[in-house]
């Protein structure tokens, strides 16, 4: 049970980064069985998985910290609600093994809510402002009781100097260490390419 625990994210990610990823499924040539070798887009994402497992077990307090924030408030009969980030409301309540106490709400005011700050959409593309909504938001909640447990990029909340009004609203801010940009590649136009939010939220919650 410890190795599917310890392993699988790999496997999700890896999931993300082949498939739900056109710009690395794009990259991968096909059979490695026959010995074709990995690009370097599908290499790259691959050891950053790696990457982030190992600093993820390295910051086991702080989730472990989380952990039990959430509990007490569950305990207490508080709910637990998810907030921000691409699809991590559905992930955590209605994936297998996913949390079984969990209803796969956002929560409301009072509620104990894991904030995934940065995930930047279609709809709110630019990092800067969705930061500043997601924060205002977060300090509404918490002006209201709830205890907020922040998921982030230390990188980016950095860049956009938000940094400290985070860790100020957050009872516990965990870093997804994912790139400022949530890129792990860089387009031919400049851009980030191949999203890395999504998975190292993944991964870290």
Known sequence: MVHVAKYFPVCLALWCGGVACPAVAAAIPGDEAAGRPATP???????????????????????????????????????????????LNEELGARAGGLCVYRATKGKPGDVILYAFGVTTDKDPQPGPLLERELADAESL????????????????????????????????????????????????????????????????
Not at 181 to 203: C, E, K, N, R, Y
């Open 41 to 87: 887009a599908a290499d790259a994402y691959f050891h950053w998985v790696q990457s982030v497992l190992a600093q993820t077990e390295t910051n086991l307090p702080a989730i472990t910290r989380a952990a039990q924030t959430a509990a007490d408030g569950f305990l207490d009969g508080r709910d637990l609600g998810v907030r921000g980030g691409a699809g």
């Open 142 to 205: 918490a002006a209201a009781g709830s205890t907020i447990i922040g998921l982030a990029s230390r990188q980016q909340l950095d860049v956009h100097g938000l940094l400290p009004r985070a860790q100020a609203v957050c009872h516990v801010l965990l870093d997804n260490v994912a790139p400022a940009g949530d890129g792990l590649l860089t387009a031919a136009d400049g851009q980030p390419a191949v999203p890395t939010f999504v998975t190292a939220d993944a991964i870290v919650s």
